[in-house]
C-alpha cells in the first residue's frame, strides 16, 4: 500500500515504517521537534548580545561589548560543550528518549526565565538553557543516525531533511522574537495599551519558550515512532544484556578521524559563530536596516542564513547524488566549507571599509551577500559532520561521540566571543574580519593536504 507520498510503505533499516518522503516516520518527528527546539534558540540568540548591549533607558542591560561578547561567547560554549557529559549521561542512564524529553522541557523554563525582567532571571534563564539543551542535543541528531542501517544510502539524505528542519525553525525565530523585541510597530501596540515598550525583549524570550513548548507537545506525540532506541547501557545489564566487546582498533582509528575532523570544525564554528555576535553588531551599528523606505529589526538579518540553507539544501543533496563516485570526501568537503565560510569575511571586511570611509551606513546587501558564501560553507561541513559522525562513531558510544562533534561547536563559539570582543566600530574592523578570513582559508589549504591521511582513519567510510 502506498501512503500519501506515494512510497511504500515498509520496514526501515533503522525501525519504523517509511512514511516521510521515503525515509522512516520517525524522522517527521525529529525534524518537528528539532525545527521548534532550534525556533527557541535562535530566537533567544538573534537578540541575546544586542539585548545585553542595549543601554538601561531602552530595558537592556547596558553592557560593555566586550563583555556582552565575552557572555555571549560563554554560553555558546557551555550550550554545546554539556553535550559532552549530556551524551554520557544518556548513553549509559537516561536514554535518550527520555533525555529530550527532560531537556526539552528545562530548555522551555530557561526561555521563560528570560522573559521575566531582572538580572538573576537572565543569567537563571542562560544556565536553564545550557542545562536542557546539554541532554536534548546529542541524543536527538543521534536517534537521526539510528534510523537508518550502517550502508544505508538515505542516511545523508536523511540529515539533509532533518538540517532543513533546524533551518525552517532559524529562519523563523528571528522573524517573530525580533519583531517582538525591536519592531517600532509592536512596541507601539505596548505603549498604546499601557505596558513599557521596552519589555519587548522579554516578549521575545517568552516566543522562543512557546517554540520549545510546542516542541515538547510534538515529541511526546510521536513518542511511538522509535523502537531502534537502545535502552541506557545500565538498563541493558539489569536485564541480563551481554557485556559488549570493548573497541576495536578500526574503533580507535574511525575515533581518530573523528578528532582531526573535530579541531578543523572548531576553526569554523569560530568564524561562523561571528553571525550572532559580531556581524550581529554590524547589522545592528553600520547596516542600512531599510528597504524600500521601510525599516525592519537589524535582529531579521539572523534569517538570511536560515532561508539560504532552505532554498540551497535540496540542490546539495542533489549535487552529492549526481556525482555519484565523484563526490567529495567528507574531509574534503569540510575543506570547502572553511574556504567559504573565508570568502565571506573578505566581504565583509570590504564592507567595513566602505562604512569607515564613507561614514554611512552600508547597504544590507552586503551582509546578504556574507551569509550567502557563509551558508555554502554550513552545507559542506554542518549536515556532513553531523552524518559522518553517525556514521563513524561505535554504536555503544554514539550519543558520546555525538556530544564530542558538538563540543567543537562549544570551542569555537568561545573562541568566536574572544574574537567579537575586539569589535569596535571606530576601529580597524577589515583588520579584524581579515584576520578571520586568513586563519579560515589557511585551515582549509592545510586540511586539503590531509585529506588522503583522514580518509584511511576512516576505514572505508566515505
Known sequence: MADIAGVTMGSAPGGGKTAFGGHPVGLRTLFFTEMWERFSYYGMRALLVLYMTAAVVDGGLGFKI???AAIYGTYTMLVYLGSLPGGYIADRYLGQKLSVLLGGIVIAFGHFSLAFASLTTFYLGLALIILGTALLKPCISTMVGGLYGENDPRRDGGFSIYYM???LGAML?????GFLAQSPYFLGYLKSHGIEPHLGWH???AAAGVGMTAGIIQFVIGRGNFAHVRAPERTRMAQGGAVEAPLTSQDWTRIGAIGILFCFATLFWAA????GSSLNLFADRLTDNTIFGYAFPSS??????AVFIIVLAPLFGWLWVKLGKREPSSPAKFAWGLAWVGIGFVV???ASAVAQKTGARVSPMWLVAVYFAHTLGELCLSPVGLSTVTKLAPIRIAALMMGVWFTSISLGSKFGGWIAGHFDPAGSLPTLFLYVAGFSLGA????IFLIKPIRRLMAGVH
Open 66 to 68: 566586550s563583555d556582552a
Open 348 to 350: 565583509i571586511a570590504a
Open 300 to 305: 531579521w538579518f539572523q534569517s538570511v542564513n
Open 165 to 167: 528542519g533546524i533551518n
Open 272 to 275: 561562523f559563530e561571528q553571525g
Open 173 to 177: 525565530a528571528p522573524l517573530v522574537c
Open 203 to 205: 516578549f521575545g524570550f
Open 444 to 447: 582549509a589549504v592545510v586540511l
